[in-house]
């Protein structure tokens, strides 16, 4: 069980206890990245530019300073990556995540107390498994498993935030209809689901709402 002053610190943040589960092998408390940026959100958390600090591409290394700020509160940290520390294929974007990460635990107190899950490749959960879905029954599509379909529901949620008007928002969920029905298949609960967090189905619908809002007050203004 998470104790008290962990609670209180995620319901604060907007978060609930689902926010993070306990890492078997090291006994640490882990939070998903969504939930990271979820209280960045809640908390008003802004973030500095990121500076680069040493970048090789071609060897997949990449360190990043990141600074955010939550009132007069400020935090910095580095994000790396590497091939030693990830088997992710785009270092700049996963070490963006660990630095950003690593400040927004700072800044809502967590650190210490919670490790982001990207911190290590170890440190993600694997998803619960749809007991309705056999292994042999996998639905085919871009996911090859479990583990890459939680990587693609990360990466669509956080590219659904990055669509800045309806016509990339449907041009994104055009060009991701093969993994949406992939996941409807064999994540039923990860495509529709009411609960916190939400399914992919209500983020896109959620987005839709606050474009089309958007959309609507710059005509509003223009007139």
Known sequence: MIDKDMA???KAAGLGQDACWKHKQSGKWIIYHWACERAAAHKGIAFDPPVI???DPAEKFATICVTGHLGDKSEWSFGEAAPYNTQ???PFA????RGKDRVILKLIGLHGMAYSEEEADDFRQAPVKNKNVKDDDWHDGPARNRSVMSNMFSQMSKDLGDCSDLGMLEGLVATSGAFLKQLQGNSPKWWDSESDPPGMMQRIEARRVELAASEADNISFQA
């Open 8 to 10: 209180e610190i995620l």
């Open 53 to 55: 600090i040493y970048a």
């Open 88 to 90: 992710q294929a785009y």
């Open 94 to 97: 996963m070490a963006e995540k």
